[in-house]
């Protein structure tokens, strides 16, 4: 035993070589002992970092009790190698003793030949539920909520609730909170566990219920699902179809991956990047170029637009040389105040935080902090092209005012441009860093030349 637990306390990587050795030399009683005491967290992402074959050879020394929760742990891509590499009766086993939602997901991303056969062998009660949320649109609350729930009715008692948690509570997703629903599965109120266990046993559950409750339909956004446990503080949320009939729960665990999910997607958007599910070791050389080439592509090709005007104002550049040295500067900079911007608009937005109504407020609010930014860039730059620089003031002034305007349209850009765009229903979070820095470049060019020819009577 004292050598288990040594192997169990080493780091992961060390645990990883031991499970291997163990594994190759054959020792599957010490292996499957090691396994037994393990956490089913640690040991998923352990596996995780296996070779398939390897993984799979764990996962079928695993005892039975423990391969249900660590599989519903796996990455989706291990998890489908698994299922496909075990005989349907093994597979079917598996989905049985997985929470609905999780089987779902599972069976979702499955061969449709592969999940006929599984669901042939699977009971009947798995059968009924894994069909029921396949029924709903992918990210809407429906198709993220389990089915199992501990459910009351309001003439029970106490003792009568407890009793049937003991019977039905081993196979629901939570007990912590039960549902009182009446005969026609309306949702009429909830009881925390807490208050079962101590109130009188002979109390009513009708008396004693929550009647004010908060729930969500089946067809609502799981985003929207997830900003509700944020603002409510929840761990459980009921969901419920459309003439309030309960049908499931959705839980904290299945919000942190929405979140994680949805994170990842805006962050990808972001950097210009097709959103993939993936992790990033599991996505092949060729997919990944798919995934970012088509935005490198629009991108590059939306960057002539800036050549173009550095030809228009060529003689300009021949007059005065000393132009083309502040050129970086001024894009990269009108670049990063837009890209400050719209990070912070795009997170308003996921947040709620900020609505299309308040388009004025911000676009104000934005000008201000532009005016301040592009004030102070501009003089500290002054006094290093004065100071260390040598340029001539007229030519400083050209520069600096370029600065001041080029910062309040960049931020005015990545306030407005993210609003307008979730305001006729697209992501905002396409219009981050690269799309507005690209237009900024442009902008902030035509303004520089503009101003040049004008203050230093250059003839384009």
Not at 199 to 227: H, K, L, R, Y
Not at 234 to 245: A, H, W, Y
Not at 339 to 358: D, P, T
Request: aromatic share 6%; glycine share 4%.
């Amino acid at each position: 035993m004292d050598e288990i637990r040594e192997i169990i306390d080493k780091t992961e990587a060390e645990m990883k070589e031991e499970l291997i050795t163990l594994l190759n030399e054959k020792q599957y009683g010490k292996l499957r002992a090691v396994l037994s005491e393990m956490n089913e967290a640690d040991l998923a992402a352990i596996m995780d970092t296996m070779e398939d074959e390897e993984s799979l050879k764990i996962f079928r020394i695993l005892p039975k009790d423990m391969a249900a929760d660590v599989f519903a742990l796996l990455e989706m891509d291990d998890q489908k190698y698994i299922i496909m590499s075990l005989s349907d009766k093994e597979a079917s086993s598996i989905i049985d003793n997985l929470m609905a939602d999780d089987a779902t997901d599972i069976l979702e991303e499955m061969p449709a030949s592969v999940v006929k056969k599984i669901l042939a062998n699977a009971s009947p009660e798995t059968r009924h539920d894994i069909n029921h949320l396949l029924r709903y649109p992918d990210d809407s609350a429906g198709s993220i909520m389990t089915v199992e729930y501990v459910d009351l009715k309001e003439t029970m008692t106490v003792a009568d609730a407890i009793s049937r948690i003991r019977r039905i509570g081993l196979d629901s997703e939570t007990v912590n909170v039960c549902y009182v629903l009446d005969n026609k599965r309306v949702l009429k109120g909830t009881v925390a566990l807490r208050y079962l266990l101590l109130m009188p046993q002979e109390t009513v559950i009708g008396e004693m219920m929550n009647d004010n409750v908060i729930s969500i339909n089946t067809m609502t956004d799981q985003e929207e699902a997830a900003q509700m446990f944020q603002k409510y503080d929840f761990t459980v949320l009921p969901v419920v179809d459309n003439e309030d009939r309960m049908v499931g729960i959705i839980t904290i665990d299945d919000v942190v991956d929405i979140l994680e999910e949805e994170a990842t997607e805006d962050i990808e958007k972001m950097a210009a990047i097709i959103p993939t599910d993936k992790p990033y070791l599991k996505v092949g050389v060729l997919e990944t170029y798919k995934k970012r080439m088509p935005w490198l592509l629009f991108l590059m090709i939306s960057a002539t637009f800036t050549g173009a005007i550095i030809t228009r104002y060529e003689s300009a550049l021949d007059a005065y040389l000393v132009l083309t040295s502040a050129i970086p500067m001024l894009m990269d900079t009108g670049g990063n105040a837009g890209s400050q911007a719209s990070v912070s608009i795009i997170r308003g937005l996921s947040l709620q935080e900020i609505h299309f109504s308040n388009l004025a407020r911000v676009i104000w609010k934005e000008i201000r902090v532009a005016v301040l930014c592009g004030m102070t860039l501009a003089g500290v730059n002054f006094i290093k092209l004065m100071a260390f620089n040598h340029i001539e003031p007229i030519i400083a002034l050209v520069v600096c005012l370029t600065l001041v305007m080029a910062v309040i349209f960049a931020k005015t850009m990545g306030a407005v441009l993210p609003m307008v765009t979730a305001r006729i229903g697209f992501d905002p979070a396409v219009m981050a860093s690269p799309l507005i820095t690209t237009i900024v470049d442009a902008v902030s060019l035509s303004i520089y030349f503009t101003l040049a020819t004008h203050i230093l009577h250059i003839s384009v």
